[in-house]
C-alpha cells in the first residue's frame, strides 16, 4: 500500500504543480494587460483559479487574499 500512496502522490503533486503554473501563467498576462476591460474580464478568471489553490490548500489563504486584493488594484488603476 505504501508503493500505491507513492504513485498517488506523484500524480497528484503533478497536477498540483500543473494548476500553480497555469495560474501564475494568467497573472502574469493579467499584470501585462493594458485594456482596462480586458483585464476585468480576465481578472475573473483569475479569481476563480486563486480560489480553487487555496479550497485544495495548493497556496495558503492569506497569500490567495493578497494576490487577489494586489491584482484588483492594479485592474482598478487602469484608465
Known amino acids: 500500500s505504501a508503493l500505491k ?3 498517488q502522490n506523484e500524480k ?7 494548476q500553480h503554473k497555469t ?3 494568467m497573472v502574469k498576462r493579467l499584470k501585462e ?5 480586458e ?3 480576465l481578472l475573473k478568471d483569475v479569481y476563480t483559479r486563486i480560489d480553487k489553490l487555496v479550497k ?10 493578497n494576490q ?5 488594484k492594479m485592474v482598478n488603476n487602469l484608465k
Not at 33 to 37: A, E, L, N, V
Not at 56 to 65: C, D, L, M, T, V
Open 5 to 7: 500512496r507513492i504513485r
Open 12 to 18: 497528484a503533486n503533478a497536477l498540483n504543480k500543473y
Open 23 to 25: 495560474t501564475r501563467t
Open 33 to 37: 494587460s493594458t485594456d482596462q476591460k
Open 39 to 41: 483585464a476585468s474580464e
Open 56 to 65: 485544495k490548500n495548493i497556496i495558503h489563504k492569506n497569500k490567495g487574499a
Open 68 to 72: 487577489k486584493s494586489k491584482l484588483t
